[in-house]
């Protein structure tokens, strides 16, 4: 029961979160929710079924292959939803036979050569956090379905003060990569809410943006260089930080989900350590007032290094759970400003007197570290909401700054109309989370009571909202990738002629077909 519970939740247990009688009472109330349901007491877990030849093949490669039950569970699925509540009913088919921990790139590329020769299918596994289906590899077909666990790729391999870049093995944790350069007087700037588990070469793969994007750009905007095995020989990218030469080939692996190649190494712009860091609060009376607010910012500045903005709903059921800071109606919006001690005064001041013009009302700093100190703890509340019987997913989305008012309220629409017609009446909250002079991201949580068959209660929900954000011109994601999940939308978004040239990117990195199969390719 406890293997189960571990790979069935986010985190560390020690950080779980427990829900107040007043919001468990709140569930009941306002949705619906039941109670608890108990999790199954074992995995389904299928027999590992690499043929004793491949398997030897595979081990020659790389002497740390594992096939033991538990290792293959905790190899299962990522984290969406979905992936928690099929695992909580015992449900895990998705299991790899095997796990592969290599230790370098040459083990990882023999490895790959030993696929393509016993046709093995192969997902690429980095912090396990993946939220669209991104390690549900279709295995029909191969004769078997290998975890390609990359936690032994660690280390920081050098740092350049001169350029400011980092070059670091694709396995290393983000809070040990932090820890490292930190120490060195350097930051990458990166701090998705998965930033506790996962990966340098997930966040690269997946094109991940964290909460200061607006101040230190997405992470795939820090990419300079990388180097990736692919079943075909190795790829290494990236001689200057800007090209002519041809098409930039980096742009290929980056957000590719391990389709065309695994990223091993990456060399990443840093920046040097802030020495203050300043968040406040703001609310303004609605969520047009505050939208036009950060728009302001992002287009004529002062721009921060952290800008978001929660809608009504957000705003007051944070406030009422302790997750935000009280706010007596309106918008939060968080301001925060990171540099040296002069920057952080200078924009504060400036951010103060804009913000102040442009409708808002200050809330102090209280409320902008209340929120900061709660950054990872959105996972472990869904944790506790799936406990008490509760639906809670998130989904996110991108437009240009004319849309978004369409988007927001299409997508909400869309949600609180399927769900409310299956009987289960839902809470939408959204935010704005990463802003562009053209546009921004839309970030919604929905919680609602569980139906009967929660996985297909969350699919039909997901539908809709995903045909909602593919007829306003939205994209399907902004940051938490395509996955399997995304994939008949993404098809839609780039077109047949796209599709075709990625699987003639595809057929020419990988002409087995075996690096995730079913995953992000239209």
Not at 193 to 198: D, G, I, K, R, V
């Amino acid at each position: 029961m406890n293997e189960l519970r571990h790979v069935a939740r986010w985190g560390d247990p020690a950080d779980a979160v427990t829900l107040s009688p007043g919001v468990r009472d709140l569930l009941g109330s306002a949705l619906g929710v039941r109670g608890p349901r108990p999790a199954a007491e074992k995995a389904d877990l299928h027999p590992a079924s690499l043929p004793p030849a491949a398997l030897a093949d595979l081990v020659t490669a790389c002497p740390r292959v594992h096939t033991d039950d538990a290792t293959r569970l905790a190899h299962a699925a990522g984290k969406s939803t979905e992936d928690l509540l099929r695992l909580r009913a015992g449900q895990a088919h998705d299991a790899p036979d095997a796990v592969a921990r290599p230790g370098s790139h040459d083990e990882v590329a023999a490895l790959l050569a030993a696929c393509a020769r016993q046709h093995v299918a192969v997902v690429p596994f980095g912090g396990g956090t993946s939220v669209v289906g991104g390690l549900a590899a279709r295995r029909d077909g191969f004769a078997g379905l290998l975890a390609l666990d990359l936690g032994g790729l660690d280390r920081l391999i050098r740092v350049d003060p001169v350029s400011r870049t980092a070059t670091a093995e694709a396995g290393l944790r983000a809070p040990q990569a932090e820890r490292l350069l930190n120490a060195q007087g350097y930051t990458l700037g990166h701090f998705p809410q998965s930033f506790e588990y996962a990966s340098l070469g997930g966040f690269a793969a997946t094109r991940s943006s964290g909460q200061a994007s607006a101040g230190y750009g997405r992470f795939d905007r820090m990419v300079v260089g990388l180097k990736a095995a692919t079943p075909v020989g190795t790829v290494e990218l990236g001689r200057a930080p800007e090209s002519a030469a041809g098409p930039d080939l980096r742009q290929l692996l980056l957000g590719s989900e391990g389709v065309f190649g695994v990223i091993t190494e990456l060399t990443l712009r840093v920046r040097p350590n802030p020495a203050e860091r300043h968040y406040t609060g703001w609310v303004f009376p609605d969520f047009v007032t505050g939208g036009d607010a950060v728009r302001s910012l992002a287009q004529d500045g002062p721009l921060p290094t952290v800008l978001r903005l929660s809608d009504e709903a957000e705003t007051a059921i944070n406030a009422a759970t302790g997750s935000g800071p009280a706010a007596d109606g309106g918008c939060l919006a968080v301001v925060g400003v990171e540099g040296t001690k002069g920057e952080v005064a200078a924009r504060s001041e400036a951010l103060h007197a804009r913000l102040t013009a442009l409708g808002g009302a200050p809330l102090g700093e209280a409320a902008g570290e209340h929120w900061r100190a709660g950054r990872y703890r959105a996972p472990y509340l869904r944790d506790a909401l799936l406990d008490a019987g509760a639906l809670a997913e998130t989904l996110e989305t991108a437009t240009f700054w004319d849309r978004l008012p369409q988007t927001y309220a299409a997508v909400r629409e869309a949600l609180v109309t399927t769900l409310a017609d299956a009987g289960t009446p839902p809470l939408v909250l959204c935010h704005i989370s990463h802003v562009y002079d053209t546009g921004a991201s839309l970030y919604f949580t929905v919680v609602a009571a569980q139906a009967d068959d929660p996985v297909a209660q969350w699919r039909a929900a997901k539908t809709a909202a995903a045909d909602a954000i593919a007829a306003t011109g939205a994209t399907i994601t902004h940051h938490h990738g395509v996955g399997r999940d995304h994939r008949p939308w993404y098809g839609r978004e780039i077109g047949p002629v796209g599709a075709a040239a990625l699987r003639g990117v595809k057929e020419a990195l990988d002409p087995y077909g075996i690096l995730n199969p079913g995953i992000l390719l239209p």
